[in-house]
């Protein structure tokens, strides 16, 4: 049995211990304040509900084990991609996947740096100073696609090659930014964070037309119709309040 199948039946398996009824969310790590928050005023709002339980990651790792039989219900993924692969596989409720978010890109670097991050943007990453720069595995998170393509958009690519210290997720990629390198790119809902921004870090915004659009969707999966409820409440206004609080560009809005 592959590494990959193993993980996955390993965690089938500690699912499947909570109640069959609760609402087993697949998340991407840029979510994790957001849904924290959510999932609390949820609660608040619906306390007969069934209960919610997030488990957070890269897509690209959801996306698989989904495909080999994670039971989760609903999945919110950081690009449209791997929602569709879903969806087209017959894995999905038929008309559930929607848009919730846009995500942003920013760079950051520890408090102390030398490097003006918000004064130079991308250019700051050309300072020879710079041996190590955090972004999420492009191989299966999308905000570590998008990274490499405001790289490839401002032609940093050859500058920074041999550089990069790779996270699992997002999360583990802000992790590593603030301890083990000299700047990162990172999902702005990450350093919008209390937690995070109480590093006293600097970074820059990046544009959204100079980086791959992380379009975010999420999708209700098969056997997940307990799920209504809750995919909805993502949906409603004031979620919406709570994503842009977080830096989220929301559906449908310049």
């Given at each position: ?8 039946l390993l ?103 030398p490097l ?112 209504r409820r ?25």
């Amino acid at each position: 049995m592959s590494r990959r199948k193993r993980l996955t039946l390993l965690l089938a398996l500690a699912l499947s211990s909570a109640s069959a009824e609760t609402v087993q969310v697949a998340a991407a790590s840029d979510l994790k304040f957001v849904l924290d928050e959510l999932a609390e005023r949820y609660r608040k709002a619906y306390p007969q509900a069934d209960p919610v339980r997030v488990t957070y990651g890269s897509s690209g790792h959801f996306a698989a084990q989904i495909q080999n039989g994670a039971p989760f219900t609903l999945f919110l993924s950081a690009d449209s991609t791997y929602a569709k692969r879903l969806e087209d596989a017959g894995l999905t409720v038929r008309g559930t996947r929607r848009d919730y978010a846009v995500g942003r890109l920013v760079i950051w670097v520890p408090k102390g740096s030398p490097l003006n991050v918000a004064k130079l943007g991308p250019a700051a990453l050309r300072d020879p100073r710079v041996r190590r720069v955090a972004i999420a595995n492009p191989d299966h998170a999308p905000y570590g696609q998008a990274a490499l393509s405001l790289l490839r958009y401002h032609q940093l690519g050859a500058a920074l090659q041999g550089k990069f210290v790779l996270g699992e997720n997002i999360a583990q990629a802000a992790q590593y930014a603030s301890t083990a390198a000299d700047a990162g790119i990172l999902a702005y809902s990450i350093v919008k964070a209390p937690s995070f921004a109480a590093l006293g870090g600097t970074y820059w915004l990046a544009p959204l037309k100079e980086h791959m659009r992380l379009q975010q969707q999420m999708v209700m999966l098969r056997n997940g119709e307990n799920t209504r409820r809750f995919w909805g409440f993502i949906l409603s206004p004031q979620a919406r309040e709570v994503f842009r609080r977080y830096g989220f560009v929301l559906p449908r809005e310049p």
